[in-house]
Each structure stands twice: as structure tokens, then as C-alpha cells.
């Protein structure tokens, strides 16, 4: 067993939230961390995923989404879900101590002109750093 924390970002998809917030803490804790992403049901990459991912200088062109069935969830410190049906999915396979939930509102969604859609894309990925950064502060370097 690793002496790292091990921390599981979960949503629908695993196209847009989880990899989002899974590539933010890893680029905030280095590798102080054991960190990885699923969804409920398994997706694709979200395109603007990437696009204002590359803003920052991190890539998902590697991200493979996955399921939460293909994953021991008890192997994981924390899980943390960015959606209500990923939560519940979640607590059903462990104890919901273990869970916690974060509501981070889905950004494709919408559909507007491509302007608009990176904007809320960007503001998904800031209201996820910020939540990153309360949370996981003092782990990592």
C-alpha cells in the first residue's frame, strides 16, 4: 500500500469534470499524490476539455476515460464526485464517509457559440482549481 494519498475525481462521463480536476491536482501536488479519474459510465474527451486545458500547459491528450467499475474504489482515500448520480454511484460501492461531494455544474451543456462555450469551460476549470486548492492545500509542493 502507498504512503501517498490516493484521490479518485468522479463524474458522469469521464469526459470533462473528473479528467479536468484530476489533471489540476496532480499539476498542484506534483507527485505527492496518487491521483486518477472515472465516471459513471464510460465517455470520451471532451475537445474543449483539452483546449482550455492547453491554456495552462497541461495535456489529456493520454486521458483514457474509463468506468468507476473498473476501478477498486476501496483502494482510494478519498472520491471525490462532481455530480449527484456519480456521488450516489459512488456510496454505493463504498462507505459515504469516503465520498464528497462537490456540485460543479456541467459546462457542455449549454450551446452557444464557440466564445461562449470556452467561457464556461474556463469557468468550470477555475471554480475547479479554486476548489482544488481550498481543499488539498499543504499536500505537495
Known amino acids: 500500500m502507498s504512503e501517498k494519498p490516493s484521490i479518485l475525481f468522479v463524474c458522469n462521463m469521464n469526459s470533462v469534470r473528473s479528467p479536468m480536476a484530476a489533471a489540476l ?33 497541461l495535456s489529456l491528450e493520454d486521458h483514457e476515460p474509463k468506468a468507476m467499475k473498473s476501478l477498486d474504489l476501496e483502494a482510494f482515500d478519498a472520491i471525490i464526485a462532481l455530480t449527484r448520480e456519480a456521488a450516489d454511484a459512488a456510496a454505493e460501492r463504498v462507505s459515504e464517509e469516503k465520498v464528497e461531494f462537490w456540485d460543479v455544474p456541467n459546462p457542455s451543456n449549454a450551446r ?14 477555475e471554480m475547479l482549481a479554486t476548489k482544488i486548492a481550498d481543499r488539498f492545500k499543504g499536500l505537495g509542493a
Not at 452557444?112 to 476549470?125: C, G, I, L, S
Request: glycine share 8%; proline share 2%.
Open 25 to 57: 491536482l496532480s499539476q498542484q501536488v506534483g507527485g505527492a499524490a496518487i491521483v486518477d479519474s472515472a465516471g459513471v459510465y464510460e465517455g470520451w474527451l471532451d475537445p474543449f476539455v483539452e483546449a482550455v486545458m492547453q491554456e495552462l500547459e
Open 112 to 125: 452557444r457559440e464557440r466564445d461562449e462555450v470556452m467561457a464556461a469551460y474556463r469557468a468550470t476549470r
